[in-house]
């Protein structure tokens, strides 16, 4: 079998991208830093620092989904740019 490399583009941003789209879907929800937390079950120190650094934090995609959960947002809708 002949392999070949594809091109692909890949925003090398995408985390960045994730961590408004959290930010703007929980503000939406009327939801606050701190209750988010609670509900996702991670510290509220963690989700500032996802929030205002804009992903260079990271997270799971296990959190992510719980994110998605609570704020009734499918999970695509985050890597919306």
């Not at 009734?72 to 985050?78: A, L």
Request: aromatic share 12%.
């Amino acid at each position: 079998m002949t392999r070949f490399k594809r091109d692909f583009s890949f925003n090398q941003n995408i985390i960045e991208v994730v961590a408004r789209n959290v930010r703007k879907y929980r503000k939406l929800a009327g939801i606050t830093q701190e209750q988010l937390a609670l509900d996702i079950g991670v510290s509220n120190d963690f989700l500032r620092r996802f929030e205002t650094t804009f992903g260079k934090e990271g997270m799971s995609l296990n959190t992510l989904y719980k994110i998605s959960v609570v704020l009734n947002v499918s999970m695509e809708k985050f890597f919306q740019e």
